[in-house]
């Protein structure tokens, strides 16, 4: 499948800032499933910086803008063949082994709820266990956009018993964390048509990984495993790890935000619009 992506954060200040400097995780994953055929990052008068691929496979992109600056737009725009892999990451280079993703953070600390969406998986099959807890997750918490915010844990989230796609997979890495299952966030983008379920163009959801198989990613918020209308842009421990935009400012001030983001399937070998 071909789509395209248009993604566009805007950051506006209450009063002009001296500069801030930002994190990308904003170009899409090398892996099978996935292969980019145009990309392009821009953002208004900023100067990049630094850039590596981590030990998770990501690339990151410093990026500086400076002040005084009252608004900043980051504009994402691309094209990508995407494959179904049936929820299997093939193919992606990383050197972080999956232990370290056993670890817990402020917002994956697993309570006895948790601990409790975790006793379903149970047996020697991790696999058919992981896709017991994606069907315990979803039944827990409902997709109710605007239930949550964005420092909302995933104990809250589980016991308020409604959130969005964050909520689903922070509350499974934390439940399959406490099963001894390595499992981590991962944040994209979604292609969904009209009688898609529960999604938003801007997208999360979880891997866990099985031994013999590798990283496999599983999205509670739809119930189902990624396939080729999902694009993969990074991962880590939690959402804020993952976070496709990370930054900081010089002097404080209140900040507002503004995303928008659309994903649209084209026909193959058509256009850029």
Not at 64 to 71: F, I
Not at 186 to 212: I, K
Not at 248 to 263: C, D, F, H
Request: glycine residues 10%; negative net charge.
């Amino acid at each position: 499948m071909w789509l395209t992506v248009d993604h566009v954060t805007l950051y506006r200040y209450d009063t002009p800032v001296r500069g801030v400097v930002q994190s990308h995780r904003l170009t899409p994953s090398r892996c099978d499933g996935q292969k980019v055929l145009d990309w392009s990052i821009e953002v208004k008068d900023g100067t990049p910086g630094g850039a590596f691929r981590d030990g998770a496979g990501d690339w990151v992109q410093g990026m500086t803008v400076k002040g005084p600056v009252s608004e900043i737009e980051v504009k994402v725009k691309g094209r990508i063949e995407t494959f179904d892999m049936a929820g299997v990451l093939r193919g992606h280079r990383e050197t972080v082994p999956p232990e370290a993703y056993l670890r817990e953070t402020e917002t994956t600390v697993a309570d006895q709820a948790i601990r409790g969406l975790a006793a379903v998986m149970t047996g020697d099959d991790r696999l058919a266990a992981a896709h017991t807890l994606m069907e315990a997750v979803a039944d827990a918490i409902a997709y109710v956009p605007g239930a949550t915010v964005a420092a909302t844990t995933a104990a809250e989230a589980l016991k308020g018993g409604k959130g969005v796609c964050q909520d689903h997979a922070q509350v499974m890495c934390s439940a399959a964390r406490v099963a001894g299952v390595p499992a981590r966030y991962v944040s994209g983008y979604l292609f969904a048509d009209a009688d898609a379920g529960a999604h938003e163009a801007a997208h999360a959801w979880a891997e866990l990984f099985v031994p013999g198989l590798g990283w496999i990613g599983f999205d509670a918020a739809n119930r189902w495993c990624p396939d080729e209308c999902y694009v993969r842009l990074g991962s880590g421990l939690d959402a804020r790890a993952a976070a496709p935009i990370r930054g900081s400012s010089r002097v404080g001030a209140t900040e507002s935000l503004q995303v928008t983001v659309a994903v649209h399937q084209v026909e193959t070998g058509s256009s850029q619009q």
